[in-house]
């Protein structure tokens, strides 16, 4: 299904870095953007002589800090249409950024779209989309963008399921095809540590790597207190990120940012295959939807490096969003960015804000006519992610084959999908909703 643009050999030490394969991928790009064969927009972005014209699809806490960080990139970005399903998401939305950007937000009434239709109303109105809704649409949102030739920010995951991370990966080659840049909310590639951090481990630094102790733990995220107003449906997109349906659960939602910087150590190299545990054993409640409160996933990868994954979603208990990479001449520490053993490191420069660092780079892109393609890792990092969930859920061992390959989705198609869409799970008499079932669990 996705093809490897880096390939390894061994335990996952490949030949090819990932600072030669951007430096090749820019240069090429540079070649495609010659003014004369962009079209006349896009000649004047080139140049610096046009309003960038930024849309924003979903109107949550992370659109709205996405779609500021655009903004800071230059007066010249300006923010022209924003869409979301609920009224009062847009409005504070708008009124948080207009507040922040008095001169760059353009999106007057008539250009905040409410509905499931607003999305391609967005995408008709700007020269950069901005994607980060409930996860279940990216993909779908991402492909309609690129289709009608606007550069993307997509925020992770790139899809909930199979099906879902294979059209973002055909979405991400269709980008390249058009000559529109395609970013990732994965932002870690864009930390100026993490980027100094694994250069020394490509270089060496540790060794082979032999292991890796990957965690995302910390309490509940963005609960949702039902509104008597809102039917079943509205209340599980309202509370969207507790619903495995429109959010993939946890493993997609968190452990994706620690999967991505593991498939970055590892020359970009796919796991062989995998086990899961997990359940819920603190969190109760309708607020909690049908999601695990803990995860633990082993993936084994070429050459026998294994990686133990672990993620939890509990209030009062130890958090922690590490890296602990172990090879055979030394240990890296990676958020602290520091190397022991062999080789004694630490990175001592100032770190940067990757998310702002992402969004400046995706402006800059479309500035100067030289588009930027995050495919060679979001869609295959989003892959890995849906493989443990689902290795979790079925409590069977998962191979990559089988999982790259599988048609499995949650729930109906996202085109489907609306308030009037009957709720794939409803709650039980105590108002808890039925959870997938280790053993029981179906994954074809």
Request: aromatic content about 10%; hydrophobic content about 35%.
């Amino acid at each position: 299904m996705v093809d490897r643009l880096a390939s390894g050999t061994g335990n996952g030490q490949s030949q090819r870095s990932r600072r030669t394969f951007l430096k090749e991928s820019m240069a090429g790009a540079a070649v495609a953007a010659v003014a004369g064969t962009l079209p006349i927009a896009r000649a004047a972005h080139a140049r610096g002589e046009a309003v960038i014209k930024v849309g924003l699809i979903g109107c949550g806490g992370r659109g709205r800090g996405a779609a500021a960080q655009a903004l800071q990139a230059g007066p010249d970005v300006k923010l022209v249409a924003i869409t979301d399903v609920f009224q009062e998401r847009i409005d504070a939305t708008y009124n948080t950024l207009k507040k922040m950007f008095p001169d760059q937000v353009l999106a007057e009434k008539e250009h905040c779209f409410l509905g499931f239709d607003g999305y391609q109303k967005v995408i008709d109105c700007s020269d950069v989309v901005l994607i980060a809704c409930a996860s279940k649409f990216h993909p779908m949102y991402m492909e309609a963008a690129v289709k009608a030739g606007k550069h993307v920010f997509v925020e992770k995951p790139h899809g909930v399921d199979p099906v879902g991370a294979r059209r973002t990966q055909a979405a991400c080659d269709l980008a390249k095809q058009k000559g529109v840049s395609a970013v990732s909310g994965l932002h870690s590639r864009f930390d100026f540590g993490f980027q100094e951090t694994i250069k020394r481990i490509h270089d060496g630094a540790i060794g082979d790597i032999v292991a890796i102790q990957a965690m995302f733990l910390r309490g509940p995220y963005g609960l949702v207190r039902r509104n008597p107003e809102w039917t079943e449906t509205q209340y599980q997109f309202a509370n969207w990120y507790h619903f495995c349906w429109l959010s993939g659960d946890d493993v997609a939602q968190s452990l994706v940012h620690n999967m991505d910087r593991v498939a970055w150590a590892l020359q970009e190299n796919l796991p062989i295959w995998c086990f899961g545990l997990g359940g819920r054993s603190a969190s109760f409640g309708e607020e909690y939807g049908d999601m695990y409160d803990h995860h633990t996933v082993v993936y084994e990868y070429p050459g026998g490096t294994r990686v133990y994954a672990l993620c939890r979603t509990q209030i009062n208990c130890y958090g922690n969003y590490n890296d602990i990479i172990l090879g055979t001449k030394g240990t890296c520490d990676l958020m602290n960015c520091r190397i022991d053993g062999e080789t004694k490191w630490r990175y001592d420069k100032p770190r940067n804000d990757a998310h702002a660092e992402e969004q400046k780079a995706l402006i800059e892109s479309v500035r100067k006519g030289e588009p930027i393609n995050s495919g060679y890792h979001m869609a295959q990092s989003t892959m890995v992610a849906v493989m443990g969930q689902l290795a979790c859920y079925s409590g069977k061992e998962l191979t990559w084959e089988q999982v790259s390959q599988s048609d499995f989705q949650f729930g109906p198609p996202p085109e489907e999908c609306n308030f009037d869409t009957p709720p794939p799970v409803t709650p039980d008499a105590t108002g808890n909703y039925p959870l997938p079932k280790p053993g029981f669990f179906k994954f074809p």
